[in-house]
């Protein structure tokens, strides 16, 4: 695919509504002329994430994260530009018209076709084996045995990988795909990793195969399990890090359950996707499943999205030691972006399915229901195996207890818990918040600690790497370059003068002043001004203030750090009027560069060794630049 017409991008972005499509990822809440929510793109306890209805666009205060709906997409799902595009098309069904060719970005965009084609056609054979194949049988049987139909097969779409990889191999080959395919959708694996030559091995063998989806029901990765007692690997075996999957921010079951959970402000998590598919037969929806891997920070974020600022996570993990150590890790992680955690306690010996097999669903549902907060699940819990009647005894679990209250940011909620646990342990309140002081002390020198090393490493790789670069801002869309040194400003770009923020400001929201100011050039004097060169490429842009899809498709030709500064400058209310400011500003610019052209004059005066005649030339500027910004009225500028 090629680059995107300017007119179909207009389109695009015109016929969707960004709040709509970002509504359609997180809940938004309504702000004033706005809506909020807490940034998807870095970690935050309070939202600082906004959308713009008016002029169509986010921006988060927090990260700088900005830009238009398409920007939003790639950023979210991690598309290239054209793929976010064609997406957006397709909502609103928009014929996409394309234009030049990128052969890099036509490479990108093919792989992740492909392997998008090559999971989905997988899950399908898969699928097929285990209702057809006569080497599915164990299969079959296993899933009699946990209650499973084939009507539940089917909903859920679950499949075998057969034994022998020389299936999946021939199967592959078959619907026009490679062992490279294969190997990096991660349904394979080279048996040397710098030696493809050596031939790849199927990283699913024997076992009972659940399909991983995103957020919109797209298979992305699998996860399978293990047929046989003696079986090597472990119980569960997930499909490693691809261009499509993220393990750490990736839940199963969130593409079926997501509508749930934002109806009713509150998440189940249990620990396997055979919990997980018990429990939502049995009508419990709003639940989700890790993939084999701790429970993390990104997690947290995309459950808070969910469920909102007074949303609420139910822990249903297995009664055991581990399932126990996994609940503290995952609150750790919850707590700290502002979710109330509640901890269903099971049965010693059950997990959610078993629990639903014996005592039917209302039995889970009934501790799902009652499940009690976290501090009061882990008072009882150590009530019931430690000796606490020593006040030494039961100051050891006090601190343990601060460890984790420390981590609640909510100042009532914090205070709340702290008198919880002072009356439950019987310990003195000062007791308990000096523990919690000394404990959030303690983590906050962690965290610096942590944040110097990352900024330590972040420039060590800066200066491996060479000179810093950008990503593009919308890879293929019209005007974009590959080289980003093309593209305008690399690395950060701040515009602290007024002067310069106000009028590029106008240039991108007022027709009226753009019209009056791009009527002539920009002025030379700006060539003498730092941060001039953004309002100089706004200056010379072709594009309708009136529209915004206009001024979106504009943008998309943009660095990604320019993106982020219009967004940020769009995000920025102009004051009444503000076109009457445009002369004061430029005069303002004006006299900034002469002022700075006399500075560097008088400087080169002092040079000994300048020649009589360039001392007589360089006497007679400044003279002249003097007695003309004296002379000329604060707001009117000299021509040029």
Known sequence: MGQISRETVERIIDENDIVEVIGSYFPLKRAGSRYVALCPFHSERTPSFGVNPQRQIFHCFGCGAGGDVIRFVM???????????????????????????????????????????????????????????????????????????SDLAKRWQLGYAPESGGMLVDWAKREGFTVRHLVDSGLAQWREEHQPNRGAYA??????????????????????????????????????????????????????????????????????QIDLISASEAGIDNIVAPLGTAFTDQHARILKRHTGDSGEVVLCYDSDT??????????????????????????????????????GADALKAILANAPEFFDFQIDRHGGTRNLDGLRERLAFARELAENIAL?????????????????????????????????????????????????????????????????????????????????MIGDLTLSNRSVRMLCQLLLGDASARRTLTAQPPPDYLRDLPETEFLTRLWLADFDPGSTASVAAFTGSLSRPEQDAVARLMDQPLPPDAGNYAPECLASLWRQATQNR???????????????????????????LTNRLNDTPPLAPPGG
Do not use: C
């Not at 076709?113 to 084996?129: G, P």
């Not at 110097?452 to 490493?457: G, L, Q, T």
């Not at 810093?468 to 019209?478: D, F, L, R, V």
């Open 75 to 149: 950023q979210y799902e991690n598309l290239l530009f054209p793929d976010a595009a064609k997406k957006l098309a397709e909502r609103v069904g928009i014929h996409l018209i394309e234009e030049a060719f990128d052969p890099k970005e036509e490479a990108s965009r093919k792989l992740r076709r492909d392997l998008q084609s090559l999971n989905r056609k997988a899950a399908e054979w898969f699928h097929h084996l285990l209702m057809r194949a006569h080497e599915a049988q164990a299969a079959r049987e296993y899933l009699k045995s946990r209650g499973f139909d």
């Open 203 to 272: 990283r699913f063998r024997h076992r009972l195969m659940f399909p991983v989806a995103n957020d919109f029901g797209e298979v992305i990765a699998f996860s399978g399990r293990v047929l046989a007692k003696d079986q090597p690997g472990g119980k569960y075996v997930n499909s490693p890090e691809t261009v499509l999957f993220n393990k750490s921010k990736t839940f199963f079951g969130l593409d079926r359950s997501k509508r749930a959970i934002i109806r009713d402000n509150r998440a189940v998590v249990v620990e396997g």
């Open 598 to 624: 006399i500075r560097g004059l008088k400087a080169q005066l002092n040079d000994p060794r300048l020649e009589p005649a360039r001392l007589e030339a360089l006497t007679k500027e400044l003279l002249d």
């Open 408 to 488: 609640v940011d909510d100042k009532m909620l914090q205070d709340s818990l702290i008198h919880r646990v002072t009356a439950r342990l019987g310990v003195g309140e000062a007791d308990i918040r000096r523990l919690v002081a000394e404990a959030k002390r303690a983590a906050d020198r962690v965290a610096r600690t942590v944040s110097k090393r990352e900024a330590a490493e972040i420039r060590r790789a800066e200066q491996s790497a060479g000179p810093p670069g950008a990503p593009s801002g919308h890879p293929g869309a019209p005007g974009a370059s590959a080289d980003p040194m093309q593209q305008g």
């Open 322 to 359: 581990a399932g126990y150590n996994a609940v503290v890790k995952a609150f750790r992680q919850l707590a700290a972006v502002g979710l109330l955690v509640r901890v269903a306690a099971l049965p010693p010996g059950e997990d959610p399915d078993s629990l639903i097999r014996k005592q």
